[in-house]
């Protein structure tokens, strides 16, 4: 059976090839009833668009990057899911390309916006609040959206989470639970976003009526190893925390490793929680209060709006989707009832 080409999509929609091209590609110069027709015209003779033809016909290449830091591996196994989510409903290609933030990223990154002719770029955190990177892709006119970033810097549109007030939820949530030694654990300094939840934990005490204790704050670098650490340095304090909450779910199990090592008993001794929800979060003995942060749908969200941008729409405000906490095992009240 011959394979259904274009031209006899548009032969059996009575329009133009254009018209079609224009309805695959979501312009807004179409009218609804027009746009119905070939939808159901493509529908019916199961059309399935030639990538080459279309990266002709429309003079782009129908190819967006997702950049992501090499050494990050929770979170963005789901960015990826949420991207290709999206690119495969709207007929794109989607180019994950891993990068060493601490290197020379920008001429790599040119070089592959001219090799590949990127019509787009997804930025993840860190990358996203790298100035020269932001810089470079501004001045090559490549449209980038940033996902979860602290700053947005020169980026064509973001999409963000509520890090903070989550963050003070969370601290506040521990408060009431008898806590009144909260520790914590700042993430990454190079991830900005990452930063409004030291702000959210501090918004969390004021709120709870606690005072901030700068000895109850430990500088983490987002890694299990420094949760191991910095875990490590907060309870061998003589007033050690009875409560420690990580900026991300990887630091929290480090702090878990750390307080076996010490013999103390989670969350008998000591509540542990977390951010971001990973499916490690789960599987740890016991299963990590956390927050979850939605992933997977900023990534959705965020490709949603590159794509939108590339069709010559004007993003509104940045979308915010909100974080849900995720009572589980690993925090109790402080007489040794649970609270789920």
């Known amino acids: 059976m011959a394979k259904v080409t274009i031209e006899d999509v548009a032969k059996q929609a009575d329009v133009s090839i254009k018209t079609v091209s224009r309805v695959l590609n979501k312009e807004a110069n179409v009218r609804q009833q027009t746009r119905d027709k070939v939808l159901k015209t493509i529908d019916t003779l199961n059309y399935q668009p030639d990538p080459g033809a279309r990266r002709l016909a429309g003079g782009r290449s129908f190819l967006i990057a997702l950049l992501h830091d090499s050494s990050t591996s929770g979170y963005i196994l789901d960015v990826q899911m949420g991207a290709l989510k999206t690119c495969r409903s709207e007929h794109y290609e989607l180019l994950i390309h891993p990068c060493d933030y601490l290197g020379n990223m920008v001429p790599e990154i040119n070089a592959l916006v001219d090799q590949l002719r990127l019509d787009g770029v997804l930025l993840t955190p860190p990358l996203c609040d790298m100035a020269p990177l932001s810089r470079a892709l501004h001045e090559k006119n490549v449209p980038f959206v940033s996902i979860a970033s602290g700053e947005g810097l020169h980026a064509s549109g973001m999409v963000y989470t509520n890090d903070r007030g989550a963050s003070a939820e969370m601290t506040s949530y521990l408060a009431s639970l008898g806590h009144e030694r909260i520790g914590f ?64 779910d990887e630091m929290a199990a480090g702090i878990m490793r750390a307080a076996h090592q010490l013999e103390l008993r989670i969350p008998q001794d000591l509540s542990v929680a977390g951010f971001d929800d990973l499916p490690l979060a789960k599987q740890l003995t016991p299963a990590l209060t956390t927050i979850r942060q939605p992933i997977r749908a900023m990534a959705e969200t965020a490709t949603q709006l590159l794509l939108s941008i590339l069709r010559g729409q004007t993003p509104e405000a940045p979308p915010m989707i909100p974080c849900l906490p995720q009572y589980r095992e690993s925090t109790r009240r402080r007489n040794g009832d649970f609270r789920n």
């Open 185 to 248: 654990i700042i993430g990454h300094p190079d991830h900005k976003a990452v930063a409004n939840r030291f702000l959210g934990y501090q918004d969390g005490l004021k709120r709870s009526g606690l005072d901030f204790d700068a000895k109850l704050v430990a500088q983490g670098f987002s890694s299990f190893e420094s949760g191991v650490e910095c875990g490590s340095q907060l309870l061998r304090q003589p007033d050690r925390p009875t409560a420690i909450f990580a900026s991300n």
